[in-house]
Every structure is written in C-alpha cells, then in structure tokens.
C-alpha cells in the first residue's frame, strides 16, 4: 500500500515564509539570539566565571568603555553574563519543549485516533492537569528536589504538555475523518501504519508550530523558578540575574542595568518565538487543508 502525496509543499515553503514579514522577524530575532549564545565564548568580552580581581569600584560600575552594560554587586561584566546567560535559557527552552511536545503529541494523537475508552481516560488526565496551577506545583517540585538544570527541564517539560494534548487530539480527529484514512483502513492497513503515513504527517505542522510557542513558555517558567531562587545555582541564567539584582540591591543602587540587560533578553527571545509562531501558523495551516484535500483525492492505493 503506498500513497502519492504533493511533492511541492517542502519546496514552496521557504518562498511563501519568506513573503510573511512577521514570521522572518521572528526567525531572524531567534537566531540572532541562539547565534550569540552558541559563540558565547567569542563574543563575550569577559569570563563571567572568573571575573578577576574585584574591587569596591568594580560593583555596581556604571556602563563604560571597559563595560558597555555596566557591572553586577560581584563586579563581573553584565554584558558577558547576559550573553553566557542566554545558553542557560535556552538550552532550557528547547529541551523542554521537546518533552512537553513529545509527551503532548503521543497522548493527542493515541487519544484522537483510537477514541472510546481509551480517549475518555486520557483526555480526563489531561483536563485533570489543566486545573492544576502549573508554576506552583513546578515551584513545589523544584524545591523537594535537588534544584539542578536537568531536572528544571523535567519538570518544566512533563508539566506543559497539556495544551498540545489537546490541539494535537482536535487535529487528530479532523484527519482521521478524512476519506484517505478510511480508505486504508477498508484494505486492512494496521493502525500503526496509519498513524506513521497519514496521521503524523498532517498533524505535524501543528506540532511545529505549538513547539516554536512551548519554547517561549519554557523560558519563562525558568526564569520565574530562577528568579525566585529555585535555579541551578551553579549555572547562570537570565532569571538567575534578575534573582541577583533584585535580591541584592540594585534597585537601591541605581544598577538600572542588572534589570534591563535580562529582562531584554527574555522579552526578546518570548518576542521572537511568538512572532515566529505567528508566521508559520500562517504558513502551514492553509497549506495542511490543501494538503489534506490533495492526499484524500489523489492518493493511490497499490
């Protein structure tokens, strides 16, 4: 049994994402961002690790020649921190959300397509996880564990999979409706096979695009538990600074640039991430209804 699917959708997608301004922003502004963090070494002017020898002048130094943005209360570079920073982040940001996909995705596309008893269960557990406070059961679970980076993303990652449950379980649906798919169950293809070649493929757009809006939504939830002194104290993140800022005085130093350097950096890696979303959205989805009207009318049954 084999299938005959559009060979132009991979071919066209660039040209037609290249025509989406707000989505090549976003893409744009989240490379710029995973670019720096992944030369972090080069670009950086400073080893935020060995900061040298320090002296009372060096804390809380006002934005110079030597330090563009200022130093922190350990008089290390802010610049430096906010660049080394943002591996922390993100590292953070793609890991868990490939956990709250993967887990998300599996339980919306076995709920969707089996139905019955098997959905009821599993959509049930998922309207139950919804009702739960994500950030304070995140917040408890941190604290009773060892707070290192791993496990931040483990937590992060089992706790957001709930809204991609549900997309992904409606998408389901919509494509296991569609004649293709009742075709090949009528010539005996196994369930298996029908999820591999026809459900996954059409459900996965939709994936691509919540997994670019996970991202954001990891991000911030590190930096929420780093912000309130549940990080991975050995490493350094943007939440992790604005824990140090605030919990050390720069506000009442004046040290505006300890807050605004992280801060800038979350708002603009949740900017990009949003905007990006946006535009594949707008990509992809037009593109999955011809897709799922060419497979339905052309696809061969050998």
Not at 9 to 34: C, E, K, Q, T, Y
Request: aromatic letters at 10%.
């Amino acid at each position: 049994m084999a299938e005959t699917l559009p060979t132009t959708d991979l071919r066209s997608f660039w040209p037609s994402f290249r025509r989406n301004p707000i989505g090549v922003v976003g893409l744009a502004m989240l490379l710029l961002a995973v670019l720096i963090a992944l030369a972090a070494p080069v670009v950086a002017p400073y080893d935020p690790t060995n900061p040298g020898r320090v002296t009372i002048d060096d804390i809380y130094a006002k934005p110079s020649g030597a330090h563009l943005l200022g130093t922190d209360d350990a008089g290390r570079d802010v610049l430096s921190s906010f660049i080394y920073g943002a591996r922390v982040s993100l590292i953070v940001g793609f890991f868990a959300s490939f956990i709250s996909v993967a887990i998300g995705g599996v339980i919306g596309i076995v709920a969707g397509f089996y139905g019955g008893r098997v959905e009821n269960f599993l959509m049930r557990f998922t309207d139950i996880m919804l009702v739960i406070p994500d950030l304070p059961l995140a917040v408890v679970i941190v604290a009773l564990t060892k707070p290192n980076l791993w496990n931040i993303i483990f937590v992060i990652g089992i706790l957001g999979w709930t809204g991609t449950a549900r997309l992904v379980r409606a998408q389901t649906l919509s494509v296991k409706s569609r004649k293709f798919v009742l075709r090949a169950q009528a010539v005996g293809a196994g369930n298996p096979y029908i999820i591999r070649r026809h459900i996954f493929p059409l459900v996965l757009p939709l994936i691509v695009v919540n997994t670019v809006l996970v991202i954001s939504l990891a991000i911030l939830n590190e930096s929420t538990l780093s912000f309130l002194g549940l990080g991975d104290p050995t490493t350094l993140s943007w939440g992790q600074m604005l824990n140090f800022a605030f919990t050390r005085g720069a506000m009442s130093a004046g040290a505006w640039w300890a807050l605004v350097a992280p801060g800038f950096g979350i708002v603009w890696v949740v900017l990009a991430c949003t905007l990006l979303g946006h535009g594949l959205g707008n990509v992809l989805n037009p593109r999955l209804e011809s897709h799922h009207l060419a497979v339905g009318e052309g696809m061969v049954i050998r």
